[in-house]
């Protein structure tokens, strides 16, 4: 079933390669889809306010609680003293305490939780709370932690050839610093969860979040009980992104305890200014570099000192570098490589997964890189990057995988001339000539992206799939929804397998009482690993069926087709409803779970060496853009994308994720900028202050998914994954505004240096550099 063709596929209503409406998209915009703000309040539930530190860096030495005790409405408030079992959320490294005992090592960082009879009360009796700090000394930025050797972790190294000597051989060596900032979530739902107290010392939780086996873990670790006690549940997110991945554990923490001590079911809610102070956001990054190269513009070697913000603690940072290092290359073949990547210790809030999740960080480097090459020798930078780029026998990544599979000079052929990248270019460079104020600018990029968690344990999943005697068919799998179309996708694949239209198929939330011991959904790799998994259940329970029509009639099981509705046998055919009823009056079970794990793939973390990515995907994008060189405002003006989907599953939901991650992008690398005072405080907490795209903001976009492209890897239905790829995409965006400083700069020597995001102060810095 995994290799029919798409004609076969469009007999059935909703079955894969068809571009079928997202399962929630009409609930969406009526505003009947349920999230866990929507569920009914029981009886008693508690409304909890998170009490933050005021300080970055700080001793406590008191915390006065008596006065919001007494407070109206007030049931309780919790401190570190009250957890019943360890005070410890760190995700994948121990060390990370929900609430704050001794020391607060981030302002924004939690320190008790009231809880009362509504929200508001909950708000007014925290006001009331009083804290006592000695100030310690803060570290707030990466040159600061990298000058005094401030990392929460050894520096995590990546060799390959001997960049030392290469660089003491190469014709041109230049040298440089690149900085890109860090980026809020800005999911539509805040973080929150709801706890209820149960039989036993059991929990039921409803969490928004990514990863409802980790928030199982971590609650039953701040509870001291066992992982079975905790059952979390998961229908929809209103965004994640990787915000929700690590971070949802400490929100559905709080509810868990609160829930146990008082007896009473607890929801806690975040705001938006709290959930931005309170919660980790993309890492920070700041890069020192070294690169060789000929006259030609080839690059012989690079030697970078990469750091990434980490924050006060590890959270997710460890893995985070380690695939900011993996995508240093991005599409160009390095032969000799020296990075160092630093996991920066600073006293501001743990940095967490982002979409891309140190992609997008360890590309932009490169991509800076490659700009400074091509300035230095007066070139432009597709003809720096045509010298670069994988080809057969220079296809060796850094990190020891072979590049295979590769659709790159397929996509950029096809967009180059279907966006007609050379007639723009020469166009923009006579407006330019024209123009003394508005220059414009127009610059490719291409991403080359690999698909599996860089953790080799992660990539695996599960799935229940239960067929009921009507022939309708109930969907479970650890995969959650965030917006992304998972639910739909992993549907189709089910739809298409049994051969039965998607309105038999029935969606439910994801649980751990159903399928345990669930990764994350993230890096892009939900659709791939719980299709697979649920496919898997299929085919034993189609097994089964086949084995019952092969007794009634007389036959090979393995002759037994399923083809739209329809179970067929030779000139025998039963309905798939009428054989499920059959099934089950023969007292053979319509039951299964189904398993899979990623083959073939393999990474050793100390040498930063092995297979890491089940395959690559490809994609380019031309942007143009406009600056105003009076006032450094700029604008997105148009984006012509064409992205390697593989053979899609839904091109309609792929399509959206292509323009929602691009837009993602666009904001991290234009306007969002999170800004610290000197005292460590977050200034950009609020809409008001802290600026994302907005429909106005959205260029002329033009977007196409790359025909007859189909996996050459084995994956469901020759698809490849979507989430994530596009986002890096905007990273054209950051070289066409680039190329309109450069026009601005015209007679100045020297490269164009543009710090991301490239906002009015940025853009003036440097055009005046």
């Given at each position: 079933?995994?290799?029919?063709?798409?004609?076969?596929?469009?007999?059935?209503?909703?079955?894969?390669?068809?571009?079928?409406?997202?399962?929630?998209?009409?609930?969406?915009?009526?505003?009947?889809?349920?999230?866990?703000?929507?569920?009914?309040?029981?009886?008693?539930?508690?409304?909890?306010?998170?009490?933050?530190?005021?300080?970055?860096?700080?001793?406590?030495?008191?915390?006065?609680?008596?006065?919001?005790?007494?407070?109206?409405?007030?049931?309780?408030?919790?401190?570190?003293?009250?957890?019943?079992?360890?005070?410890?959320?760190?995700?994948?490294?121990?060390?990370?305490?929900l609430l704050a005992e001794d020391v607060v090592e981030y302002a924004g960082q939690a320190i008790a939780i009231v809880l009362a009879a509504s929200l508001a009360k909950a708000r007014a009796a925290a006001e009331l709370v009083v804290a006592e700090y000695e100030t310690l000394p803060a570290i707030l930025s990466i040159e600061d932690a990298m000058e005094k050797k401030s990392f929460l972790m050894d520096p995590m190294i990546m060799k390959e050839g001997?960049?030392?000597?290469?660089?003491?051989?190469?014709?041109?060596?230049?040298?440089?610093?690149?900085?890109?900032?860090?980026?809020?979530?800005?999911?539509?739902?805040?973080?929150?969860?709801?706890?209820?107290?149960?039989?036993?010392?059991?929990?039921?939780?409803?969490?928004?979040?990514?990863?409802?086996?980790?928030?199982?873990?971590?609650?039953?670790?701040?509870?001291?009980?066992p992982y079975a006690a905790i059952t979390v549940e998961v229908r929809r997110m209103g965004g994640g992104f990787g915000g929700k991945e690590s971070q949802a554990s400490q929100i559905a923490g709080m509810a868990a305890i609160a829930a146990r001590l008082t007896g009473r079911p607890v929801k806690v809610r975040l705001t938006r200014d709290v959930d931005m102070l309170m919660t980790g956001k993309r890492h920070d990054t700041y890069a020192r570099y070294?690169?060789?190269?000929?006259?030609?513009?080839?690059?012989?070697?690079?030697?970078?000192?990469?750091?990434?913000?980490?924050?006060?603690?590890?959270?997710?940072?460890?893995?985070?570098?380690?695939?900011?290092?993996?995508?240093?290359?991005?599409?160009?073949?390095?032969?000799?490589?020296?990075?160092?990547?630093?996991?920066?210790?600073?006293?501001?809030?743990?940095?967490?997964?982002?979409?891309?999740?140190?992609?997008?960080?360890?590309?932009?480097?490169?991509?800076?890189?490659?700009?400074?090459?091509?300035?230095?020798?007066?070139?432009?930078?597709?003809?720096?990057?045509?010298?670069?780029?994988?080809?057969?026998?220079?296809?060796?990544?850094?990190?020891?995988?072979?590049?295979?599979?590769?659709?790159?000079?397929?996509?950029?052929?096809?967009?180059?001339?279907?966006?007609?990248?050379?007639?723009?270019?020469?166009?923009?460079?006579?407006?330019?000539?024209?123009?003394?104020?508005?220059?414009?600018?127009?610059?490719?990029?291409?991403?080359?992206?690999?698909?599996?968690?860089?953790?080799?344990?992660?990539?695996?999943?599960?799935?229940?799939?239960?067929?009921?005697?009507?022939?309708?068919?109930?969907?479970?799998?650890?995969?959650?929804?965030?917006?992304?179309?998972?639910?739909?996708?992993?549907?189709?694949?089910?739809?298409?397998?049994?051969?039965?239209?998607?309105?038999?198929?029935?969606?439910?939330?994801?649980?751990?009482?159903?399928?345990?011991?669930?990764?994350?959904?993230?890096?892009?790799?939900?659709?791939?690993?719980?299709?697979?998994?649920?496919?898997?259940?299929?085919?034993?329970?189609?097994?089964?069926?086949?084995?019952?029509?092969?007794?009634?009639?007389?036959?090979?099981?393995?002759?037994?087709?399923?083809?739209?509705?329809?179970?067929?046998?030779?000139?025998?055919?039963?309905?798939?409803?009428?054989?499920?009823?059959?099934?089950?009056?023969?007292?053979?079970?319509?039951?299964?779970?189904?398993?899979?794990?990623?083959?073939?793939?393999?990474?050793?973390?100390?040498?930063?060496?092995?297979?890491?990515?089940?395959?690559?995907?490809?994609?380019?994008?031309?942007?143009?853009?406009?600056?105003?060189?009076?006032?450094?405002?700029?604008?997105?003006?148009?984006?012509?994308?064409?992205?390697?989907?593989?053979?899609?599953?839904?091109?309609?939901?792929?399509?959206?994720?292509?323009?929602?991650?691009?837009?993602?992008?666009?904001?991290?690398?234009?306007?969002?900028?999170?800004?610290?005072?000197?005292?460590?405080?977050?200034?950009?907490?609020?809409?008001?202050?802290?600026?994302?795209?907005?429909?106005?903001?959205?260029?002329?976009?033009?977007?196409?998914?790359?025909?007859?492209?189909?996996?050459?890897?084995?994956?469901?239905?020759?698809?490849?994954?979507?989430?994530?790829?596009?986002?890096?995409?905007?990273?054209?965006?950051?070289?066409?505004?680039?190329?309109?400083?450069?026009?601005?700069?015209?007679?100045?020597?020297?490269?164009?240096?543009?710090?991301?995001?490239?906002?009015?102060?940025?853009?003036?810095?440097?055009?005046?550099?």
């Amino acid at each position: 079933m995994n290799e029919m063709t798409k004609a076969e596929s469009m007999r059935l209503s909703g079955g894969v390669h068809q571009s079928i409406t997202h399962d929630s998209a009409c609930k969406h915009v009526r505003g009947e889809a349920v999230y866990v703000d929507d569920m009914a309040e029981p009886e008693g539930l508690l409304h909890c306010w998170v009490v933050l530190s005021e300080k970055a860096h700080a001793r406590i030495l008191s915390l006065d609680l008596e006065a919001a005790r007494k407070a109206p409405g007030v049931a309780a408030i919790l401190t570190a003293a009250d957890i019943p079992g360890e005070n410890d959320v760190g995700p994948a490294f121990r060390g990370e305490p929900l609430l704050a005992e001794d020391v607060v090592e981030y302002a924004g960082q939690a320190i008790a939780i009231v809880l009362a009879a509504s929200l508001a009360k909950a708000r007014a009796a925290a006001e009331l709370v009083v804290a006592e700090y000695e100030t310690l000394p803060a570290i707030l930025s990466i040159e600061d932690a990298m000058e005094k050797k401030s990392f929460l972790m050894d520096p995590m190294i990546m060799k390959e050839g001997d960049a030392g000597a290469a660089l003491a051989e190469a014709p041109h060596v230049s040298e440089g610093e690149f900085r890109a900032g860090g980026q809020d979530h800005f999911y539509l739902e805040t973080h929150i969860a709801y706890a209820e107290p149960m039989e036993d010392d059991e929990m039921r939780i409803v969490s928004s979040t990514q990863h409802p086996t980790e928030v199982q873990h971590i609650v039953s670790r701040l509870l001291g009980v066992p992982y079975a006690a905790i059952t979390v549940e998961v229908r929809r997110m209103g965004g994640g992104f990787g915000g929700k991945e690590s971070q949802a554990s400490q929100i559905a923490g709080m509810a868990a305890i609160a829930a146990r001590l008082t007896g009473r079911p607890v929801k806690v809610r975040l705001t938006r200014d709290v959930d931005m102070l309170m919660t980790g956001k993309r890492h920070d990054t700041y890069a020192r570099y070294k690169v060789g190269y000929d006259d030609g513009g080839r690059i012989l070697a690079i030697d970078v000192d990469l750091g990434l913000k980490a924050g006060y603690v590890l959270d997710l940072s460890a893995a985070v570098l380690t695939r900011a290092l993996c995508h240093i290359d991005n599409a160009y073949y390095l032969p000799n490589v020296h990075v160092r990547g630093y996991c920066c210790k600073t006293h501001t809030v743990s940095n967490t997964a982002f979409r891309g999740f140190g992609g997008p960080q360890g590309m932009i480097v490169i991509e800076a890189i490659v700009a400074h090459v091509a300035d230095e020798l007066g070139l432009s930078i597709d003809d720096v990057r045509a010298v670069n780029y994988y080809a057969d026998g220079r296809d060796l990544t850094p990190y020891g995988q072979k590049v295979e599979g590769n659709n790159m000079p397929r996509v950029l052929d096809e967009l180059v001339e279907g966006a007609k990248f050379a007639e723009r270019k020469a166009e923009i460079a006579r407006f330019n000539d024209k123009s003394p104020v508005i220059k414009r600018g127009i610059a490719l990029l291409p991403v080359k992206f690999g698909i599996s968690f860089n953790l080799v344990s992660l990539n695996q999943a599960g799935a229940l799939v239960n067929v009921y005697t009507d022939g309708s068919v109930s969907l479970n799998h650890g995969g959650t929804e965030m917006g992304q179309g998972l639910y739909l996708k992993v549907a189709q694949v089910v739809a298409e397998s049994f051969q039965v239209d998607i309105e038999n198929i029935r969606i439910s939330s994801t649980r751990t009482d159903k399928v345990p011991n669930t990764s994350a959904t993230a890096a892009s790799s939900g659709s791939d690993l719980n299709s697979m998994a649920a496919l898997a259940a299929c085919d034993t329970i189609k097994g089964r069926m086949a084995e019952v029509m092969a007794n009634e009639f007389g036959g090979d099981p393995a002759e037994v087709s399923f083809v739209h509705g329809q179970v067929k046998l030779g000139n025998h055919a039963m309905s798939f409803k009428d054989l499920a009823q059959k099934c089950w009056a023969e007292r053979v079970s319509l039951s299964s779970t189904g398993f899979y794990k990623t083959p073939e793939i393999s990474f050793d973390q100390a040498s930063c060496k092995g297979n890491p990515f089940y395959y690559f995907t490809y994609g380019a994008c031309i942007a143009e853009a406009a600056i105003d060189t009076l006032t450094g405002e700029s604008r997105i003006l148009r984006a012509d994308i064409l992205q390697d989907v593989g053979s899609s599953l839904n091109p309609a939901i792929d399509i959206g994720q292509i323009e929602g991650g691009f837009v993602q992008g666009l904001g991290w690398l234009t306007m969002e900028e999170l800004w610290w005072d000197g005292e460590g405080q977050l200034r950009t907490h609020a809409p008001s202050t802290y600026k994302i795209p907005t429909s106005r903001d959205v260029p002329d976009l033009h977007i196409r998914l790359l025909s007859n492209a189909p996996n050459q890897r084995p994956t469901i239905f020759r698809s490849k994954a979507i989430g994530e790829p596009p986002f890096m995409l905007a990273i054209a965006c950051w070289h066409a505004l680039r190329e309109a400083v450069k026009a601005a700069r015209k007679d100045e020597d020297g490269p164009t240096l543009l710090d991301a995001p490239a906002t009015i102060e940025n853009v003036l810095k440097a055009i005046h550099a």
